[in-house]
């Protein structure tokens, strides 16, 4: 496993953007997936998206269009860029990585609201 820690959370407006960090504690080409999920109030967690490491990138479709996993390996840093921020979109953030188990950040709360 790895030790992971989000960042960047906090409160955006409809429509505005907001990017999360993921900070992680050895180099992301070691990954075999990396990605995010969410959890709202009263919600199960759920899937944001998800990278497969030198393959496919599945976002929800919830978040489509908008939202960016990206990643610096140097810096070992992941991040998602979330565009055009919506009502349905505050949850608590959560970063995840495959590795030869699976890790998980503490949750970074991102909020919507004008």
């Known amino acids: 496993q790895v030790q992971l820690a989000e960042s960047g959370g906090g409160l955006g407006q409809p429509g505005g953007s907001r990017r999360l960090s993921c900070a992680a504690a050895?180099?992301?080409?070691?990954?075999?997936?990396m990605g995010w999920y969410r959890q709202a109030p009263g919600k199960q967690r759920e899937l944001v998206v998800r990278s497969v490491i030198g393959g496919e990138t599945h976002y929800a479709d919830s978040v489509s269009g908008r939202f960016t996993i990206s990643s610096d390996n140097a810096k070992a840093l992941m991040y998602l860029q979330m565009n055009s921020l919506k009502p349905e979109d505050p949850a608590v953030y959560y970063c995840?990585?495959?590795?030869?188990?699976?890790?998980w950040g503490q949750g970074t709360q991102v909020t919507v609201s004008s």
């Open positions: 995840n990585a495959v590795t030869t188990g699976i890790s």
């Open positions: 050895r180099n992301i080409s070691s990954f075999r997936v």
